[in-house]
């Protein structure tokens, strides 16, 4: 076997591992129970999701991919951002709703 065959092999068990965890995590994020628990779980999805741009843009030597993993990372971290804020906001409704009614 050589170098090259051993780091593809390598490259794609890591590939294969962080899909299986990117499956446990979907299941998280749908089963819940909490909305924070969806939360962390789309912001791990995010982060998964980046991990394997940048093993494949190391097995494809294709520089690119690098850039689309900063830009997807912008993008995770505003998403996880926005649904943050939204959450918030629904939860001082409720707690505000809780108070009126004592």
């Not at 990117?22 to 999701?49: H, Y």
């Not at 990372?73 to 505003?78: D, G, K, R, T, V």
């Amino acid at each position: 076997m050589s170098l090259s065959e051993a780091y593809n092999l390598l490259y794609n068990g890591a590939i294969l591992f962080l899909a299986v965890i990117m499956l446990a995590v979907l299941v998280r994020a749908v089963k819940g129970p909490e909305i924070v628990d969806r939360i962390v779980a789309v912001n791990m999805l995010g982060t998964l999701t980046i991990m394997i741009i940048c093993i494949l843009a190391v097995k494809l030597a294709q520089g690119y991919l690098l850039d689309v993993a900063i830009i997807y990372a912008m993008i995770s971290f505003l998403a996880v951002v926005i649904l943050t804020r939204i959450y918030l906001g629904v939860y001082l409704e409720r707690t505000r709703r809780k108070g009126e009614k004592s």
